[in-house]
């Protein structure tokens, strides 16, 4: 299973902080937001998709050709506040 | 070289830290502080208070990152980072960073850069609370661009 995570406005707007995917056919992190999208519809499409939207495996700044694996924790949120 | 890292709900006493900063090494000549504070007014509009959200385990991380970044950069001693997360009132303290090096140059050097990439690559969240309604914050191009005068 790979553990996938939003914050802030992200998690607000899906509704949820954190969902699990199945990793079977899951390489990188565009085929995670694939399987997002599949699983939960368009809207997460284009709330994910969005250009302003960060993203990290296993806690480390990545992009969408990531390499994503079985077990890897997955995030995705907005541009940081901090400060 | 001692660096400390909290992310933390409770507050923190500026006078506490400064002297556990101050203690680390007596060949310590300048110690730089900077403590944010939640401000009661935002783009022009009333604001009440903040809630901060952090991403456990990565935040922290992203903080020693920072840190270790500014060491290799600069002569210092020792870094203190204290990043408070919920809900916090207009007028408290929401980040210290604390920095000591022989010389001042580099302490003053260091804490700059070290709110710059914490403000920029730290993954934290302003939800801002005001009399018309919540809101999340958004990004600052000015930020940015300060963040880039160290690269």
């Avoid at chain 2, 909290?6 to 006493?13: A, I, L, M, P, T």
Wanted: charged share 25%.
């Amino acid at each position: 299973m790979i553990k996938v995570q939003f914050f802030a406005s992200l998690r607000e707007t899906l509704g949820t902080a954190a969902v699990e995917i199945e990793a079977d056919g899951v390489a990188d992190v565009n085929d995670v937001l694939d399987r997002l999208v599949a699983t939960w519809g368009s809207h997460w499409e284009q709330v994910l998709r969005h250009e302003k939207v960060l993203m990290a495996v296993n806690q480390q700044v990545a992009d969408r050709r990531a390499a994503v694996a079985d077990g890897d924790e997955v995030a995705f949120f907005p541009p940081v506040t901090g400060g | 070289m001692q660096i400390e890292i909290r992310v933390q709900v409770e507050d923190f006493s500026l006078q506490a830290e400064a002297e556990r900063l101050r203690a680390v090494a007596l060949d310590t000549g300048a110690l730089v502080t900077f403590t944010g504070l939640v401000r009661d007014f935002s783009e022009g509009k009333t604001v009440e208070g903040l809630f901060l959200e952090h991403y456990p385990g990565m935040t922290e991380r992203s903080l020693q990152t920072i840190a270790d970044e500014a060491a290799t950069r600069w002569p210092l001693h020792a870094i203190t980072i204290i990043h408070r997360t919920g809900r916090l009132d207009a007028g408290q303290q929401i980040v210290f960073v604390g920095v000591t090096s022989a010389h001042r140059q580099a302490a003053f050097a260091a804490c700059d850069f070290l709110m710059d990439y914490l403000k920029t690559r730290a993954p934290f969240w302003k939800k801002s609370y005001s009399p018309e309604g919540e809101h999340w914050v958004d990004a600052k191009d000015s930020d940015l661009d300060a963040a880039t005068r160290w690269e």
